[in-house]
């Protein structure tokens, strides 16, 4: 008995499993640009373990890709914040849902250091014990810096101010944090001079970090903003990345292409500088924003009170309307209520409207309306100032990558956003891929993967490659399409029926999965 037992073992030999998860017969679009191929793509244990003809090789699960792409994982180069994802894991879905399997977190403001996380140590450690369903890679925010040495003060730092401001960078570089960043037109960054910044840039550079800018200017003096970005990176011997490259208001459209002169003459040079753009000609921002900076020095609620008084409306109206030294977003929409869409506000009734169709729905004026709406607070618009052509000329040149501007937000709780929370990635693929035949599908997929992975120093992510994290997409390149539009934003894209992240399914055959694949990734 024991002998027919034996020979059956030796007959039939069991094998352990090849792969954790087999992926077969897709077409490879592996993220360098290259073009497409066919091939199967074996995972084992969070890795890319092969690639070839794999069919017949033991797998614990196996995916049939046919007539679908297999790309790798999109990269969100403006995420936001990570901290939704570890409040609410259902945020994810607004990134997974259109591919993106690894977000960068912090602009002007980061998680750390603040009152609640006082160091990224601290939150990161958090995180880890509770899981996130993607990746996230986190910068400190020279804005969030700021407000915690000196507050909301338009002034400079004084000389121990400035050493603990350096102190609270290098901390944040020690931690794990990919660089530092900037948002120069929003308080308190606003308030900071161009020689603070280099200071953190020093910093930044021990480490071998990244400066990064939501820069001074995306208008009428976009170019003298870029030479800003440049000097601080050079001063700092850092990489420069351009937040939501633009050129802002129809006065200003043909400056995006010195824009992109300029930045091209300072790649001649040896400076590594890229930018990212998001594909809608629509920005987002604070409708407070409409108003000269300088007005919030001293704190908004002090300022906000002011706005009751008549005399002080028609000052800051005239100023508005004839002013051009800051960045004017009346006049970038051509001085057009009409042009500004209320993306989200307390009285739900007024968002996906106009300031102009708001204040006929009010029975008040234009400018009345908008001072109201600034001093009930928490107002966000979207203002139409770019145009089409720019975004073609951004997806054409080779180091401009792709984000959405906006943070994990979750279908069930969010009531308004900007489209580009939940439609940019697949925008580009339906849009300006497949439609418009704006770029190719590899040269897509570069910008969202490998292009991306390389500006934040990921070289084990963005490519389909032996040795590579596991973070895959399966998605039909006929039907992928983003739905979200200005008056519906909260709607999911269709056409991504499988992300993988690290190796673990997050949407399975198009159904949110609530894995924690994701991790913190810290700078190396």
């Not at 945020?91 to 591919?99: M, N, P, Y």
């Not at 107002?379 to 994990?408: F, G, Y």
């Amino acid at each position: 008995m024991l002998n027919a037992i034996f020979l059956l073992l030796f007959a039939c030999p069991i094998h352990a499993q090849d792969f954790d998860l087999l992926i077969t017969g897709g077409r490879i679009v592996d993220g360098s640009g290259n073009a497409w191929y066919r091939a199967d793509v074996g995972i084992r244990q969070g890795r890319i373990a092969e690639i070839g003809t794999l069919r017949g090789r033991a797998a614990t699960r196996t995916i049939d890709a046919h007539g679908q792409v297999v790309s790798p994982g999109f990269i969100d180069m403006m995420g936001n914040s990570s901290e939704p994802l570890y409040n609410d894991r259902t945020t994810a879905e607004s990134k997974l849902r259109q591919g993106i399997t690894t977000i960068l977190a912090g602009e002007g403001g980061s998680t750390a250091p603040s009152a609640k996380w006082k160091t990224f140590s601290e939150y990161f450690r958090a995180v880890e014990q509770r899981g996130i369903p993607l990746n996230a890679v986190h910068n400190v925010g020279a804005a969030q810096v700021r407000q915690m040495v000196i507050g909301v003060e338009d002034r400079k730092p004084t000389s121990a101010e400035m050493q603990r401001m350096r102190d609270l960078v290098d901390q944040a570089m020690r931690d794990g944090a990919v660089g530092f960043s900037t948002a120069l037109i929003y308080p308190p960054g606003v308030y900071a001079t161009t020689e603070e910044l280099v200071e953190m840039a020093k910093v930044v550079g021990r480490y071998g970090g990244i400066y990064m800018t939501h820069m001074r200017n995306e208008s009428n003096a976009v170019l003298d903003a870029i030479a800003e970005s440049i000097h601080i990176g050079e001063a700092g011997g850092i990489p420069v990345h351009i937040f939501h490259l633009k050129a802002a208001g129809e006065e200003n459209w043909p400056l995006m292409q010195q824009a992109v002169e300029k930045i091209e003459q300072a790649r001649a040079r040896g400076l590594d500088v890229t930018a990212d753009i998001y594909p809608y000609i629509r920005n987002g921002l604070g409708l407070a924003a409409l108003i000269p900076p300088r007005h919030f020095a001293n704190g908004s609620t002090r300022f906000l009170a002011m706005l009751s008084d008549s005399k002080v409306r028609a000052a800051l109206r005239h100023e508005i309307e004839e002013t051009k030294d800051w960045e004017n977003w009346y006049r970038h929409v051509g001085k057009n209520w009409d042009n500004i869409l209320v993306a989200e506000a307390k009285d739900k009734r007024f968002e996906g409207k106009s300031i102009a169709e708001i204040a006929k729905l009010r029975g008040t004026d234009d400018w009345t309306t908008f001072f109201d709406l600034v001093q009930a607070r928490d107002v966000s618009v979207n203002p139409k100032s770019m145009n089409e052509e720019q975004k073609h000329l951004a997806l054409r040149t080779e180091w401009v990558s792709i984000c959405t501007d906006s943070p994990p937000l979750s279908a069930n709780v969010a009531t308004n956003a900007h489209p580009r929370a939940f439609g940019s990635f697949p925008r580009i693929l339906g849009k300006y891929v497949r439609d418009e035949k704006i770029i190719t599908l590899e040269a897509a997929v570069r910008k969202m993967s490998s292009l991306a992975a390389n500006q934040l120093l990921l070289y084990d992510r963005g490519r389909i490659t032996p040795g590579a994290a596991a973070d895959i997409l399966i998605f039909d390149p006929d039907k992928i399409q983003d739905t979200a539009t200005f008056t519906k934003p909260i709607s999911f894209p269709v056409g991504m029926p499988y992300v993988i992240v690290n190796g673990r399914v997050a949407i399975d055959d198009g159904k949110f999965t609530n894995e924690n694949a994701g991790q913190i990734l810290r700078r190396k």
